[in-house]
T-cell receptor
């Protein structure tokens, strides 16, 4: 079992829907990440939260809206997505956001399909 | 800028044999960390092993070891006694103390298939 929990595991939504992805960790980590991953490709960083503040936004379209309600929770709100947004969305955490010696701990991911 | 290169898109190994997955890197950071992650077809990304740039010894974790050659800028993953459950995609990644703080740079990955 992973220490980072993501829900739901699978999500199918239409282009006009609004949905949210959730991520939770109880390791006391202070940095949390969202990644997008296409099949057979490396993960692409979307957002980084460090100490509950957004520290990195990799020029992600505004139809993706991250939220960090507290140090254990990370949400990704989705609205008016496009078919090309279909992918595996991975959440990760690390002790802090900037240490070069800190591994990231990933969740199982949410497989998102846009109809 | 940081760069990770994994030159083997796919690798095959016989069960119980050892296999080496290659990773070379480039960075201008004076201190950096190198990581290997395993991603089975189910999707979760699993952290395997870490090597710090100033570590004198090669890292080991169970059947995984990291062959770190700093002068050659290589950080190859060695898996001993391969098992069927080792079949997965493997990513080499790095984080630097200065460059792109907060970000990890990933290689394109190597798909390992273990044959019975």
């Amino acid at each position: 079992d992973t220490e980072v929990t993501q829900t739901p595991k699978h999500l199918v939504m239409g282009m006009t829907n609004k949905k949210s992805l959730k991520c939770e960790q109880h390791m006391g980590h202070r940095a949390m990440y969202w990644y997008k991953q296409k099949a057979k490709k490396p993960p692409e960083l979307m957002f980084v939260y460090s100490y509950e503040k957004l520290s990195i936004n990799e020029s992600v379209p505004s139809r993706f809206s991250p939220e960090c309600p507290n140090s254990s929770l990370l949400n990704l709100h989705l609205h008016a997505l496009q078919p090309e947004d279909s992918a595996l969305y991975l959440c990760a955490s690390s002790q802090t956001g900037t240490g070069e010696n800190q591994p990231q701990h990933f969740g199982d991911g949410t497989r998102l399909s846009i109809l | 800028a940081q760069k990770i290169t994994q030159t083997q898109p796919g690798m095959f190994v016989q069960e119980k044999e050892a296999v080496t997955l290659d990773c070379t890197y480039d960075t201008s950071d004076p201190s950096y960390g190198l990581f290997w992650y395993k991603q089975p077809s189910s999707g979760e990304m699993i952290f395997l092993i870490y090597q710090g740039s100033y570590d004198q010894q090669n890292a080991t974790e169970g059947r995984y070891s990291l062959n770190f050659q700093k002068a050659r800028k290589s950080a190859n993953l060695v898996i001993s006694a391969s098992q069927l459950g080792d079949s997965a995609m493997y990513f080499c990644a790095m984080r630097g103390i200065n460059t792109n703080a907060g970000k990890s740079t990933f290689g394109d990955g190597t798909t390992l298939t273990v044959k019975p």
